[in-house]
């Protein structure tokens, strides 16, 4: 690369000289000064002459001073020094060194760090153009798995993705969730061009085997991975394919993290379900759940335990599998009166669709084994229920006749009070 100095009096830089090299040159050009018996000649013409040489070179070398600092910061900026100074971002990786790599990564996700708007399509055409060949250079450069990334880099990956996804969505213009009604097109977003190649990059840089997650946790923190969540509620079906594979990669890597994730996520549910009705990512979160559940090993943990007593779509899939299937059939005269209640009332009540199909499908396959068993569960259900009808009418009508027990009571203390008030006066 030729690098273009200005002119200086008498003296024309090369475009490959480096600065050592261009200091001599300048010192050459320099004035000398007097010879040694020059200064003993005591005429006072020669010490007028000195005295205007002096001045001569004391502006001379303001001159050079000044020129020579805008060499440096011209050069500093193509080469930077090892002092921190920032690598020009649009400079490729090839052209550098290895050691200024991590520094140039660096320079080239601030620079993608920027966001545009994207509704208007002519807007930022040629800035819009830049980033999205910078980002591509950047998950090219990560593709390499043999790379060691500095925690600045680290840094400044997560900053940089949270700044281009970490968003707010546009307003819902349909009150069902997606999914439930085929009329709905899907929403596309318009910036996926470059949201697209953030979230590849992400998924690369959490897949990076040489990633130590005991540093890497420090910025994928709670507060990322709840900000992550939360995009889960995307209208683009897209991007919630991306979500789900950097979620899931996610909670592979970083086991200190999945108590969290499965807590953050089951919150994700519980709001789903009770309180909002409406969210575009729950089939997503589900099918993670499934494979985490899939994962649990023998024997569970308390919190295995809690967590698959609380996601009911995916515990129902566990009859799928021909190992738990074999184990309850097995035992089945121990486990048919323990589940069959919930069986009984997800078949006939469950406001999902999928889960009352799938607990249809169990009670079938438990008629199938063992018809006899079940009509045994059913009648102990029934029995139970007509005892619990009792016991709640016993205590309505107990209810009632304390209500007119403590009515008459208040009516005949008003009656006293009035005779009372009666005799007196009398």
């Not at 520094?103 to 993608?112: Q, V, Y």
């Not at 909670?251 to 108590?259: A, L, N, Q, S, T």
């Amino acid at each position: 690369m030729s690098i273009f100095v200005p002119e200086t009096p008498g003296l024309l830089l090369a475009a490959n000289s480096t600065i050592p090299t261009m200091l001599k040159q300048i010192l050459a050009k320099l004035p000398r000064k007097s010879s040694k018996a020059n200064q003993n000649c005591s005429d006072g013409s020669n010490a007028t002459a000195d005295l205007s040489n002096n001045g001569s070179f004391t502006n001379t070398c303001n001159v050079i001073s000044t020129r020579l600092n805008v060499v440096k910061k011209m050069s500093s900026s193509i080469f930077p020094t090892s002092n921190g100074d920032m690598i020009q971002p649009h400079i490729a990786f090839k052209d550098v060194q290895n050691s200024e790599k991590p520094r140039l990564l660096i320079s080239k996700l601030n620079l993608c760090s920027v966001t545009y708007d994207f509704n208007d399509q002519d807007k930022d055409d040629v800035e819009k153009d830049q980033k999205r060949q910078v980002l591509v250079e950047i998950l090219d450069f990560l593709a390499s798995d043999s790379i060691k990334l500095t925690e600045p880099a680290m840094s400044a990956i997560c900053k940089t993705c949270g700044d281009n996804l970490f968003r707010e969505f546009p307003p819902k213009y349909s009150n069902s969730p997606r999914g439930e009604t085929e009329d709905d097109d899907p929403w596309f977003d318009p910036a996926w061009t470059h949201l697209q190649l953030v979230y590849e990059i992400l998924l690369r840089f959490v897949s990076l085997s040489s990633l130590d997650p005991k540093i890497a946790k420090q910025y994928i923190d709670h507060p990322f991975l709840l900000r992550l969540l939360n995009l889960f509620d995307s209208e683009d079906p897209r991007e919630l394919d991306c979500l789900k594979s950097v979620l899931h990669r996610i909670y592979g890597k970083f086991m200190v993290h999945r108590p969290f994730i499965r807590m953050a996520v089951s919150n994700v549910m519980y709001r789903f379900v009770f309180e909002t009705e409406k969210h575009n990512g729950i089939a997503e979160l589900l099918e993670i759940f499934g494979s985490v559940i899939s994962g649990f090993a023998l024997p569970l943990k308390k919190e295995h335990k809690m967590f698959l007593s609380r996601v009911a779509e995916r515990a129902h899939f566990l009859w799928n599998n021909e190992h738990i299937h074999h184990l309850i059939m097995c035992n089945r005269q121990v486990i048919m009166p323990i589940v069959f209640s919930s069986l009984q009332h997800n078949s006939k009540n469950h406001w999902n669709r999928t889960v009352l199909n799938l607990a249809q499908n169990v009670m079938k396959m438990f008629n199938e084994a063992d018809e006899k068993l079940v009509l045994s569960c059913q009648g102990k259900l029934e029995e139970d229920k007509s005892a619990t009808t009792m016991v709640a009418e016993r205590r309505r009508l107990t209810w009632e006749h304390l209500e007119t027990a403590a009515a008459n009571a208040s009516v005949l203390e008003k009656t006293t009070t009035a005779t009372s008030m009666c005799v007196v006066s009398c």
